[in-house]
Structures are given as C-alpha cells and as structure tokens.
C-alpha cells in the first residue's frame, strides 16, 4: 500500500521570499516521487521527479526538492517566490510492479504569492 | 515537444446522457491511464490500460465506465449515463514504456458538467 500527504493545504507566501511545500510519502517498495503544478484551468504539469538516484532533484522554474528516506520525506523548495508560481501543486508517488504503475496523488497544496 | 491532447475542454451533458472524452497520447508511448478530479478534492486514478485492454481499474470504474482505443492514436473514456456525480475535470496520462523511472505525461483535462 502506498498514500501521499501534503501537510497543508494552503500556503502563503510574499514575492521574493522562501516557498516550502511539504510532503510525506508512505511505500511498501522504493518509490518514484514527483511534484505536478496545475495552473488554474490548466492540466498538470511535471515539475520534478526522484527515482532513486541523485537525493536532490532540481526541477522546472527554480523548483528543487530534497528525498530523505529517514524522514519519509519529499518536500519541494523554492529560494524566490515569483507571482506565476501561484498554483495548485501535488505530491506524487508511484509504484512500478511488473509493467503496471500504480499512482497516488496527495490532496494538493495551494501556493498564494503575496505581492 | 510531444503532448497529450484532450478535447473537448469542456463538455456539458444532461444527467442521463452518454458522454466520450477523447485523449490523444503521446505516440510512441504504450500505457494510457484516465484519472478525475472533482473540484475541490484530489485526483483519483479511474483506469489503465495497455496492449489493447484494461490493465488495473479503481472501485470508481463500474459499469457505467468503458474506455477504448478506437484506432492507432485515440484513447477514449465512455461514461453511458452519467449522473450527477460525474462532474469533474477528467485527465488523460500516458506513459512511454514499463520502466521504473518512466513519468506519465498529463493532457488539459476535459472539464465534465453534468446538468
């Protein structure tokens, strides 16, 4: 079994200031991470993905995020909010068995960009 | 750079009615996935489907429910009466082959209201 949780559901934060969005994953097997965007009235868009390599995934848009496997974590950063970095984004994790994924997605966390 | 595409945008249905969403996958890509997302909560995994058949399906993927691939490059999710219930933003994904590290790539989404 596998969940995804996304400690808030909303974040605020001013332009130019630090973004922390967090997530906690929970697999029975190595998973692959990954973050999506959706603008409003959008699809979702690939921000960054883990898949066991490099613990420190750098992403589209200055977006990073770090895997810490002690802490079941995966919370993506940002240095520098920028007012189109207002958004939905979601935790992802997905589990591969044989040639079938098995996808999950967290409840979303919405980002607000204070000017 | 190849994109799932998704059409309508948007449909409006009468409860009852049946109802196709059409996805255009990547083309080289071999797994195609349909997902919901009702306004406000998070997005659920419908349906998976590969070599021609469905490979895994949630509980919310009954009866009502079909998908298809009609020819070489349409993915299609056929909803034969829908109910009220249905209205969400329906998202097509598809991935290119069964490794590990693979990423499913998200359409728009076809907004679905049902009156």
């Known amino acids: 079994a596998q969940s995804v949780t996304q400690l808030d559901s909303h974040v605020s934060v001013s332009e130019g200031t630090p973004v922390l969005l967090r997530c906690n994953y929970s697999?029975?097997?190595?998973?692959?991470l990954f973050w999506y965007v959706q603008h409003p009235n959008k699809g979702l868009q690939l921000l960054l993905k883990?898949?066991?390599?490099?613990?420190l995934v750098k992403g589209i848009n200055g977006f990073e995020a770090e895997f810490k496997k002690s802490e079941t974590s995966f919370h993506l950063t940002k240095p520098s909010a920028h007012m189109s970095d207002a958004a939905e984004y979601f935790c992802?994790?997905?589990?591969?068995?044989?040639?079938?994924?098995?996808?999950?997605f967290g409840t979303g966390t919405k980002l607000q960009v204070i000017p | 750079e190849p994109e799932v595409t998704q059409t309508p945008s948007h449909q409006v249905t009468q409860m009852g009615q049946e109802v196709i969403l059409r996805c255009v996958p990547i083309?080289?890509?071999?797994?195609f996935y349909w997902y919901r997302q009702i306004l406000g909560q998070k997005v659920e995994f419908l349906v998976s489907?590969?070599?021609?058949?469905?490979?895994?399906k949630s509980e919310i993927f009954d009866d009502q429910f079909s998908v298809e691939r009609p020819d070489g490059s349409n993915f299609t999710l056929k909803i034969r009466s829908t109910k009220l219930e249905d209205s969400a933003m329906y998202f097509c994904?598809?991935?290119?082959?069964?490794?590990?590290?693979?990423?499913?790539?998200f359409g728009p989404g076809t907004r679905l209201t049902v009156l």
């Open positions: 994904a598809s991935r290119p082959t069964s490794g590990r590290t693979d990423t499913q790539y």
């Open positions: 697999s029975s097997y190595s998973p692959s």
């Open positions: 883990y898949t066991s390599a490099a613990t």
């Open positions: 992802v994790v997905t589990m591969n068995s044989g040639g079938y994924q098995k996808v999950t």
């Open positions: 083309s080289n890509h071999l797994y």
């Open positions: 489907f590969y070599n021609n058949e469905i490979s895994e």
